[in-house]
């Protein structure tokens, strides 16, 4: 019984999504194609934003081990900052958390 509710609430989830979905795209005047290429489009500056972000945090995250990087054809050592957590990195560097 349980996982018929499941269902259930994840199909009316699902058609209120679709009901937004068009909603939004009578709004924004768009073809079915348009509006899907939009969609395309988003979410790959999403996977190319997580990937950017992912290389950053695992950047900040050798900078606080003081590993040396190979950073723009330059090798720097960062021994200074070992022991520092990423946390500490995203707080020197200005970087808010949800960033």
Known sequence: ARLED?????????CG?????????????LS???ADNLVD???????EYNEIKDVG???LGK?????????FSVK??????EGTTVKKMYERFGIGLED
């Not at 489009?41 to 996977?47: E, G, K, V």
């Not at 900078?63 to 950073?71: K, R, V």
């Not at 720097?76 to 900052?81: F, G, L, S, Y």
Request: aromatic share 6%.
């Open 6 to 14: 499941d269902v259930t609430k994840l199909e009316q989830k699902l």
């Open 76 to 81: 720097r050592t960062v021994a200074a900052m």
């Open 63 to 71: 900078f606080g081990e003081g590993i040396d990087l190979l950073f």
């Open 41 to 47: 489009a988003h979410i790959r500056r999403l996977h």
């Open 17 to 29: 999504l679709q009901d937004e979905y068009q909603q939004t795209k009578l709004a924004l005047s």
């Open 32 to 34: 079915d194609d348009a």
């Open 57 to 59: 945090q695992m950047l």
